[in-house]
């Protein structure tokens, strides 16, 4: 584990000690996990993941996506190595309908072929070298498997606009972030057939009173008809890759 991975460890067992909400557990604001959460759901209603099958949700934080799969029938394990929030999961999650595993996501203790799909959401951020990570959900998934995972969007406004003034007062940033067209690369080459990214909109943390209009279908058809500007204002990227 690289010192950047290890320093984001110690912040996820930091927010799992000092807090109770569970989107402070997950280092989320409480807008921005909602709207995660309502666009899993959307996709989970289309059929991306069919029915009743063997699923693992790699870095699961507080157990929201366990809980969320796991009451539509699916066969769950929540993947952490913040052990602090493997032990909120647990204990939000009193009927037990997930298992938690604790451990790296570059060296995962499953077997090869063991899971149906692989979800990885607010995970890729926090790690150097996603590409190895990569590389284990492809090999823990069975043939014709699906792995749904998110990176950040380097080029939102909001994000490229704090980005440069850390760069200006020699602040290391504190994320990594990847374009839809980076992290589909290594998807590809970790044999996970890479599907066409879905930009997700979410409100910025200071201003959480936009997460009503994100949802108005003026302005969803209005960012579609401009795909520029649609670009800028996704703070991030979920693509699903199905393994060959």
Known sequence: MTSFERQWQIRFEKFATLHQAEHLVSGWSAA??????????KLLDKGLLGHGIR?????????????????RGHQVIGFDYSVPSLRRAVAVDAARTGDYVAGDASRLPFRDGTFKA???????????QPETALGEIARVLEPRGIALVETLNPWNLLTATRRFRGFIRRHPTRLRYGSATALARPMASS?????????????????????GALTRPWL?????????????????????????
């Open 191 to 211: 044999g996970l057939e890479p599907a066409r990214p879905l930009r997700v909109l979410l409100p910025p943390p200071s201003f959480p009173g936009l997460e």
């Open 118 to 128: 692989v979800t990885c959401i607010g995970v890729f951020q926090a790690l150097e």
């Open 32 to 41: 921005g996990l909602r709207r995660r959460v309502a666009i899993f759901e």
């Open 220 to 244: 969803v058809r209005a960012t579609e008809m401009l795909p520029g500007v649609r670009a800028l204002a996704s703070q991030a990227y979920w693509i699903a890759g199905v393994k060959a």
């Open 55 to 71: 699923v693992l949700d790699l870095g699961c934080g507080a157990g929201t996506y366990v809980r969320l799969l796991a009451k």
